[in-house]
């Protein structure tokens, strides 16, 4: 047995991308959260949260009573003892945000005391390597080509577009516009996907103005179409999917298994996207995703994340039958700036799945420091 000792969070800032949104996020605003769980084995566990340091810090004083001399190498027991013993405050929302980094911690943990990468904890590794896709925000068309081709220079292969203008000004001329120079720019070689964002803040459109974009994007051999219709519309989205001729994605703002399975029975998604930093970490992702698999529906992990949770849907991505891509936020600092070697493409556009012992990932604390003020809550002095 190894026992959880403390349990402890950092915010990032300073250097936080833009997220696309209506109420634009600011640099020094924080969404991203790093988590750490100590034992009394001197082995640390580290893991991410998508939402504010605040928010975790406040859920971290709930959970920490549940935790304190815990076993840190049973991820699965220990997770659904939170979920259990919180599930009168809401499940979803910070706390299960919270839980989501304590998981992966956790496993980080159950990685390094046995010696294994954490795929092979969870059943064994189909794959050495995936495809990333950089996620990259839409512009006005021109800037947009000119940012796919420098992307493209940095090896990438595989590409996402989303949120900004597109859909926004109920300019058709301009989504098309936005979507051919994104299909020229990234050439018929390469693949390309098309976020809507319609989670955002008062998304104005509907499912007749999804399904006619639906069919424009048929035309540049778009490989999916994510989040076109208000994240709640679940009887819009089974429509929708009935009659697209693109498969339709979503998913990423659901949390824990539950909320996944009217999505999944109903056949909401061709591709579901829940995002292992918010859904309720490793364990519950990989439940989501096989869940998926029994209803015909491809597991893609949303990832607009850090170095830790990247690490995770690699993880993840190796460890389930037919997955071949994961979402890369190419320039983010919190993704290529906080570990101490960096993520890198191969000569093919692939990424290389982590095969150390945990996550594979580990955090530098100097680089840290440039985008939390107390980096130290991360290390053991």
């Given at each position: 047995?190894?026992?959880?000792?403390?349990?402890?969070?950092?915010?990032?800032?300073?250097?936080?991308?833009?997220?696309?949104?209506?109420?634009?996020?600011?640099?020094?605003?924080?969404?991203?959260?790093?988590?750490?769980?100590?034992?009394?084995?001197?082995?640390t566990?580290?893991?991410?949260?998508?939402t504010?340091?605040?928010?975790?810090?406040?859920?971290?004083?709930?959970?920490?009573p549940?935790?304190?001399?815990?076993?840190?190498?049973?991820?699965?027991?220990?997770?659904?003892?939170?979920?259990?013993?919180?599930?009168?405050?809401?499940?979803?929302?910070?706390v299960?945000?919270?839980?989501?980094?304590?998981?992966?911690?956790?496993?980080?943990?159950?990685?390094?005391?046995?010696?294994?990468?954490?795929?092979?904890?969870?059943?064994?590794?189909?794959?050495?390597?995936?495809?990333?896709?950089?996620?990259l925000?839409?512009?006005?068309?021109?800037?947009?080509?000119?940012?796919?081709?420098?992307?493209?220079?940095?090896?990438?292969?595989?590409?996402?577009?989303?949120?900004?203008?597109?859909?926004?000004?109920?300019?058709?001329?301009?989504?098309?516009?936005?979507?051919?120079?994104?299909?020229?720019?990234?050439?018929?070689?390469?693949?390309?996907?098309?976020?809507?964002?319609?989670?955002?803040?008062?998304?104005?459109?509907?499912?007749?103005?999804?399904?006619?974009?639906?069919?424009?994007?048929?035309?540049?051999?778009?490989?999916?179409?994510?989040?076109?219709?208000?994240p709640?519309?679940?009887?819009?989205?089974?429509?929708?999917?009935?009659?697209?001729?693109?498969?339709?994605?979503?998913?990423?703002?659901?949390?824990?298994r539950?909320?996944?399975?009217?999505?999944?029975?109903?056949g909401?998604?061709?591709?579901?996207?829940?995002?292992?930093?918010k859904?309720?970490?490793?364990?519950?992702?990989?439940?989501?995703?096989?869940?998926?698999?029994?209803?015909?529906v491809?597991?893609?992990?949303?990832?607009?994340?850090?170095?830790?949770?990247?690490?995770?849907?690699?993880?993840?991505?190796t460890?389930?039958?037919?997955?071949?891509?994961?979402?890369?936020?190419?320039?983010?600092?919190?993704l290529?700036?906080?570990?101490?070697?960096?993520?890198?493409?191969?000569?093919?556009g692939?990424?290389?799945?982590?095969?150390?012992p945990?996550?594979?990932?580990?955090?530098?604390?100097?680089?840290?420091?440039?985008y939390?003020?107390?980096?130290?809550?991360?290390?053991?002095?």
């Open positions: 047995m190894i026992k959880i000792t403390a349990i402890k969070a950092a915010g990032l800032r300073g250097s936080t991308p833009e997220g696309g949104w209506a109420n634009e996020i600011k640099s020094d605003d924080c969404i991203h959260t790093l988590i750490v769980v100590y034992t009394d084995q001197g082995i566990g580290w893991g991410s949260s998508f504010n340091d605040l928010l975790v810090e406040g859920a971290l004083r709930i959970l920490e549940l935790l304190i001399g815990e076993n840190a190498l049973e991820p699965e027991r220990v997770t659904e003892k939170l979920h259990a013993n919180t599930f009168w405050m809401g499940r979803g929302g910070s299960t945000h919270a839980i989501s980094g304590i998981n992966i911690a956790l496993w980080d943990i159950l990685g390094k005391a046995t010696g294994q990468p954490v795929s092979r904890l969870l059943g064994g590794c189909y794959r050495e390597r995936v495809l990333p896709y950089a996620s925000l839409m512009q006005e068309p021109q800037p947009l080509a000119a940012h796919l081709h420098a992307v493209q220079a940095q090896g990438f292969r595989a590409f996402k577009i989303g949120w900004g203008p597109f859909g926004r000004r109920d300019d058709t001329k301009l989504d098309e516009a936005i979507v051919r120079a994104a299909r020229e720019a990234a050439g018929e070689e390469n693949r390309l996907f098309v976020d809507a964002g319609a989670s955002d803040a008062h998304w104005p459109q509907g499912l007749k103005w999804a399904m006619r974009t639906a069919e424009m994007l048929k035309a540049y051999d778009v490989g999916w179409f994510e989040e076109p219709l208000r709640d519309a679940i009887d819009d989205f089974c429509h929708l999917r009935r009659v697209s001729p693109v498969p339709i994605a979503g998913g990423e703002v659901l949390t824990r539950q909320s996944f399975l009217p999505w999944l029975s109903r909401a998604f061709d591709i579901v996207q829940p995002d292992v930093t859904v309720g970490g490793i364990s519950e992702q990989r439940r989501i995703a096989w869940m998926a698999d029994d209803f015909g491809r597991y893609v992990g949303h990832g607009w994340n850090t170095a830790v949770g990247l690490a995770a849907d690699l993880q993840l991505a460890a389930l039958p037919n997955v071949d891509l994961v979402e890369f936020i190419g320039g983010s600092a919190y290529d700036g906080i570990t101490e070697a960096p993520f890198v493409l191969d000569n093919e692939y990424l290389a799945i982590p095969d150390a945990g996550l594979g990932v580990r955090l530098d604390r100097a680089k840290l420091a440039r939390t003020p107390d980096p130290s809550v991360l290390f053991r002095a």
